[in-house]
């Protein structure tokens, strides 16, 4: 007997992040698509997570995170990020930023609202989005700068827009909003009283000495901003499901409801790992910095030598790459070209636009030992040469 599956996902698809993903590894190849973040987790984190095991800490927390990690995540917040917030009251630690994020929408947005992304736009923004019953509204920001405009951001705005995604160190471009486009975003969602949801997660993988702006730090948008941050890529930790939002009393509380119904609580024992990782000295968080610029200096130099363009990112560790160059009719047929002769896997950029912008876009990750990088290149610039 066939049951009919949900209205709710009947425009849904796997991302081709996950099925490039299963492409290399039919292939055996080396992948550079997902954003795996296959690096070591440091031992402070490591050790903390087992000893809590150990300790017996294996059973539900409160839904809004164990009080040591708020406290740690509020003190981290004041450090890094100019932010001054109640642990008690303003903190949600989650499973997960995805989990955060899902949560936040069904808290604070109804049906038929309307979301704006920016594109580029990250897809599981877009498809948690659309599972939500909400509408999508996009604005293309133009390689390679992807800067904001005022103009082009008000006339991205209908009637029915209640929300503004940032995505800062974005994830597909690298793009690091600054000072300037975030006081346009403070304007506009004020003028027309938009939420504004921060994707933070890359906060501290950011190059050539350039700052992380927490766009709640700006103006006045720290009363209508809901900041989503984590721990999966500082301590590459992506199998851990550990995040957090961070808003105002009202909104966080509304969060911690549906994250409460959905999740019941984040991983007990993870959130003294991570808890302890925020101690870390300011030396770690330097040396990330120093190690991604050297792998994503490795990639970029070798992508441009094997004829694939790079828009060299100002964050994360994702680099997107034009293919004008070569002879593929769409991005896709490039990829899983690029897969079979090379072994190296990449993700469309189709993956990340709406429109026919993506179709001469690539998206690498370098989030690979270096070694691993360099044999990517190698295979890239052999099969050019």
Same mark, same amino acid.
């Not at 932010?83 to 604070?108: C, H, R, Y």
């Not at 800067?147 to 995604?165: H, Q, S």
């Not at 550990?242 to 909104?251: D, I, M, N, Q, T």
């Given at each position: ?17 996950? =099925? ?12 550079? /698509? =997902?954003?795996? /973040? ?16 150990? #300790?017996? *800490? ?6 809004? /995170? ?40 069904? #808290? ?28 999508? =509204? ?40 600054? *000072? ?31 700052? *992380? ?31 957090? #939002? ?55 130099? /070798? ?77 890239? =610039?052999?099969?050019?040469?």
């Amino acid at each position: 007997m066939s049951f009919p599956i949900s209205k709710r996902i009947a425009n849904l698809q796997q991302s081709d992040i996950r =099925q490039m993903t299963r492409h290399c590894e039919r292939v055996g190849g080396i992948n550079l /698509g =997902q954003g795996l /973040g296959d690096l070591p987790t440091p031992a402070l984190v490591r050790e903390a997570a087992i000893n809590a095991i150990v #300790a017996g *800490h294996n059973t539900y927390t409160p839904s809004e /995170g164990i009080a040591p990690l708020r406290q740690a995540i509020a003190e981290k917040l004041l450090r890094d990020n100019v932010l001054s917030v109640d642990p008690e009251q303003q903190i949600v630690v989650s499973s997960g930023t995805t989990g955060a994020f899902a949560a936040t929408l069904t #808290a604070l947005l109804n049906p038929g609202d309307g979301v704006l992304l920016f594109e580029p736009y990250y897809g599981y923004h877009l498809n948690t989005i659309r599972l939500s019953a909400l509408e999508p =509204q996009f604005l293309t920001l133009t390689a390679p700068q992807f800067m904001l405009d005022e103009t082009a951001l008000r006339a991205a705005v209908r009637p029915n827009t209640r929300a503004i995604i940032i995505c800062t160190p974005s994830n597909p471009s690298g793009k690091m909003f600054d *000072h300037n486009e975030l006081l346009i975003i403070d304007r506009v969602a004020r003028e027309y009283k938009l939420l504004v949801i921060s994707d933070e997660i890359y906060e501290y993988i950011s190059y050539d000495g350039r700052r *992380h702006i927490s766009p709640a730090s700006v103006g006045e948008l720290a009363k209508r901003t809901v900041s989503i941050m984590g721990f999966s890529k500082t301590f590459s930790i992506t199998g851990w499901r550990l995040g957090y #939002a961070v808003a105002e009393k009202s909104l966080a509380k509304a969060i911690n409801l549906v994250h409460d119904l959905l999740y019941i609580c984040a991983p007990s024992a993870l959130q003294y790992g991570v808890a302890a990782g925020l101690a870390a000295p300011p030396e770690y968080f330097q040396g990330l910095r120093d190690a991604y610029q050297r792998k994503r200096d490795i990639l970029c130099t /070798g992508l441009a030598e094997a004829g694939l363009a790079p828009l060299i990112p100002q964050g994360a560790y994702y680099v997107l790459a034009n293919i004008d160059k070569l002879d593929f009719s769409n991005a896709k047929q490039a990829a899983l070209f690029l897969l079979e002769k090379t072994g190296v896997a990449c993700i469309p950029g189709s993956a990340f636009y709406q429109g026919s912008e993506g179709e001469r876009l690539l998206r690498f990750c370098f989030a690979k030992e270096d070694a691993v990088l360099q044999e990517a290149v190698r295979r890239l =610039q052999k099969w050019r040469g």
